[in-house]
């Protein structure tokens, strides 16, 4: 079990020792969709959903997600995020959102941007259930790491597990 870095020798749960690490420029971007009725998704593309503007309001909300991601998994290390970005492109069917963000720092900001991410497509579905309760929320995923021990990471690369 002493392979899995959140696991001791014993198998107990731990936050992984980052205090020897080099601090580094780190990156991470991931991306994610929630597709919906053609109504829903015409009202949030003219602002028209009752609750108010539903991307200016899941864009905050990753961010503030992204800045509470240890608050939220277990064995998260609290940041000093120094850029985080939340891009959200409505179209017929839905909303595809991504999100950047970066820190110089010891450890990743993978989960970070997932959680940017999960949050912001979860409000998106908050602020537009009323018109479309049956919305759905997939396809999150991490598209592209930088920096760090283990270098850069994209899934197109030969040999990476996505």
Same mark, same amino acid.
């Given at each position: 079990?002493?392979?899995?870095?959140?696991?001791?020798?014993?198998?107990?749960?731990?936050?992984?020792?980052?205090?020897?690490?080099?601090?580094?420029? *780190?990156?991470?971007?991931?991306? !994610?969709? #929630?597709?919906?009725?053609?109504?829903? $998704?015409?009202?949030?593309? $003219?602002?028209?959903? *009752?609750?108010? %503007?539903?991307?200016?309001?899941?864009?905050?909300?990753? /961010?503030?997600? $992204?800045?509470?991601?240890?608050?939220?998994?277990?064995?998260?290390?609290?940041?000093?995020? &120094?850029?985080? &970005?939340?891009?959200?492109?409505? %179209?017929?069917? !839905?909303?595809?959102? &991504?999100?950047?963000?970066?820190?110089?720092?010891?450890?990743?900001?993978?989960?970070?941007?997932?959680?940017?991410?999960?949050?912001?497509?979860?409000? /998106?579905?908050?602020?537009?259930?009323? #018109? %479309?309760?049956?919305?759905? /929320?997939?396809?999150? *995923?991490?598209?592209?790491?930088?920096?760090?021990?283990?270098?850069?990471?994209?899934?197109?690369?030969?040999?990476?597990?996505?």
């Amino acid at each position: 079990m002493s392979e899995l870095t959140h696991l001791d020798a014993t198998g107990a749960a731990r936050m992984v020792d980052v205090g020897g690490k080099t601090e580094t420029q *780190r990156e991470a971007v991931a991306t !994610g969709r #929630i597709t919906m009725s053609a109504a829903a $998704a015409a009202a949030i593309r $003219a602002g028209l959903v *009752r609750k108010g %503007d539903v991307l200016a309001t899941a864009r905050i909300a990753g /961010i503030m997600a $992204a800045k509470r991601t240890s608050e939220l998994i277990p064995l998260c290390h609290p940041l000093a995020l &120094t850029k985080i &970005t939340l891009d959200l492109a409505p %179209d017929e069917a !839905g909303v595809t959102a &991504t999100a950047t963000v970066a820190l110089n720092g010891r450890t990743g900001v993978e989960m970070e941007a997932l959680t940017a991410v999960s949050v912001a497509l979860l409000t /998106i579905y908050d602020m537009a259930k009323a #018109i %479309d309760r049956a919305m759905e /929320i997939g396809a999150i *995923r991490l598209i592209a790491k930088r920096g760090g021990k283990s270098g850069d990471w994209t899934p197109e690369q030969p040999g990476s597990q996505s």
